[in-house]
């Protein structure tokens, strides 16, 4: 089971940005999914999650509203569109498989004028 997330980078405040997680080694059209983020010295925490088959989403509600969750089954690829981003969005975001108890190893992103 193998998760690899990518799209980090710098922002500005206010700018978007788009992650993807590639899922390999598992049946990912039946696995719920999921999203975290963590900084330096702070517990991972919980962003947004979705099932199998895309119908039905969750969000913290620091993110509601300005991230949106997504997947395609087909490529085996999991998204996180980000907008408004602030700079308290500054963190390493990681996906992962409950069901698996697996993580990627995150990918940076940084905002920041």
């Known amino acids: 089971v193998q998760l690899v997330e990518s799209g980090g980078g710098l922002v500005q405040p206010g700018g978007s940005l788009k992650l993807s997680c590639a899922a390999s080694g598992f049946t990912f059209s039946l696995s719920r999914m999921s999203w975290y983020r963590q900084t330096p010295g702070e517990s991972r925490e919980f962003i947004a999650s979705?099932?199998?088959?895309?119908?039905?989403?969750d969000y913290a509600h620091y993110v509601k509203g300005r991230f949106t969750i997504s997947r395609d089954n087909a490529k085996n690829l999991l998204f996180l569109e980000m907008t408004s981003l602030r700079p308290e969005d500054t963190a390493m975001y990681f996906c992962?498989?409950?069901?698996?108890?697996?993580w990627g190893l995150g990918t940076q992103v940084t905002i920041s004028s």
């Open positions: 979705i099932d199998s088959v895309g119908e039905n989403t």
């Open positions: 992962a498989c409950p069901s698996y108890g697996t």
